[in-house]
DNA sequence: ACCTGAACACCGTTCAAGT
DNA sequence: ACCTGAACACCGTTCAAGT
């Protein structure tokens, strides 16, 4: 109760970052502003100054999912080098693995927001999102393991099959020991089904 | 407020129906049991004997959809008469139809429950639902349309992707407008990764 | 500019008591 | 068996007031 003023102003960024921590633990719904007000020694009318309310918040802790998705990616991308198979298996795992370790934040990012106004920061992230997709079908193309056709609807097309996958991982749809061969199945169809 | 012991003892079907109701049009996280209870004019304690907390009323409505959905599926499912490949669009448009008419209930039974005891319920539903997939490819082998291999990993993987697809439209992740075009190239993908 | 304190109108859950 | 009323410990949001 000693320190006024929290953070040098930076309430905003302690409040993401707490949120993120009880998001995690307990879920999107058991997230409370008056708790996360508690946990960093605020008013419980504080996090109003900088969230105009909770969904708000929460579209902001949506926003840095989707960022930290396309980094996760945008690393496991091994690039045209690895081969196309190669390629989209590391990128498909990469999707699985951030959307079982990370549950409800998936869970958060991928649900409804029609009408949301925060429309255009999604819709620039899911782009980031994507980069690496359309980069490995457009390759894809010119190595001959791809049809011919439009790159953003052949990319949409196997991102499809890799969110199902990563959807009901994560759900626990599938059981985790399934997780991987489940994967495997989906390539194989998928990568035969991309094929000229 | 005149009708005392509300509709015959029934308080649990018509807080179900009441609550299938709300959720379509606030969503879940909007559904409160007190108005719940103040609609059906019930006291507001007066849920708690037929559920146990407002996740049990939940897990209940979303068994109620699996329930819906499985039948819609068995409703849209033409028979091995129809083909293969019509057969297996009949299906998924059927799915997709369902998770954008009904974001809301499609969003609940797509939820993480791992920590949930109703979860035995939930896999008979699960089952009822996919029955007509299983057909569907058990039929392609015999047709010559699908690959040899255990049906219900064939299956899982079809519907990986159908999944997918209807998820992404649930959400508007896919624009109402496109989404016939990418169930169509979906579906393309599909049925040639599925071939023998 | 940023935060506090009080106030308002809600919640879910429990439990004695009523019928 | 089924429901009520009161109580408890929470919520989100707003707004005057403080620094």
Do not use: C
């Amino acid at each position: 109760m000693a320190n006024r003023s929290y953070h040098h102003g930076d309430l905003r960024a302690a409040l993401l970052e707490q949120a993120g921590r009880t998001l995690r633990e307990k879920g999107a719904s058991a997230l409370s502003l008056r708790e996360l007000a508690r946990d960093l020694n605020v008013s419980h009318a504080a996090p109003s100054r900088h969230f105009k309310d909770r969904r708000a918040l929460l579209d902001a802790v949506a926003l840095l999912g989707f960022a930290r998705m396309a980094e996760a990616l945008a690393k496991a991308d091994p690039g045209p080098e690895a081969g196309f198979r190669a390629r989209l298996e590391a990128l498909a795992r990469a999707t699985v693995d951030f959307a079982v370790s990370e549950r409800e934040l998936i869970a958060l990012m991928f649900s409804s927001k029609a009408d949301t106004d925060a429309l255009d920061d999604m819709h620039e992230a899911w782009m980031r999102l994507a980069a690496p997709v359309y980069a490995a079908i457009a390759d894809g193309q010119r190595t001959g393991d791809v049809h011919a056709g439009d790159v953003e609807r052949i990319a949409y097309s196997a991102f499809f099959t890799v969110h199902g996958v990563a959807n009901l991982a994560s759900i626990g749809v599938i059981p985790e020991a399934d997780i991987d061969q489940a994967l495997g199945d989906a390539l194989d169809h998928l990568v035969r089904g991309l094929r000229p």
